[in-house]
């Protein structure tokens, strides 16, 4: 199948005990498949909700395949 790789830097939380937010960026370093030649600089927005266990992940930004 196809994946992408990418390492995460300057990630950055926080939280009030309910809801917990992340921000960082994510540097693609390729993947396999599709996404074998991938490259970008991207920045990454989340949200973790304790009581539904809800998680919502987002890159932003623009991705070169």
């Known amino acids: 199948g196809a994946k992408i790789n990418f390492k ?3 990630a950055q939380g926080c939280g009030d ?3 917990f937010s992340i921000t960082g960026r994510a540097l693609v370093t390729g993947g396999a498949g599709a996404y074998k030649k991938a490259k970008g600089n991207l920045k990454v927005v989340g949200s973790w909700k304790k009581d ?3 998680v919502a992940i987002a890159f932003i930004g623009k991705l070169t395949v």
């Open 52 to 54: 539904s266990k809800a």
């Open 8 to 10: 995460m830097s300057g």
């Open 17 to 19: 005990g309910e809801v």
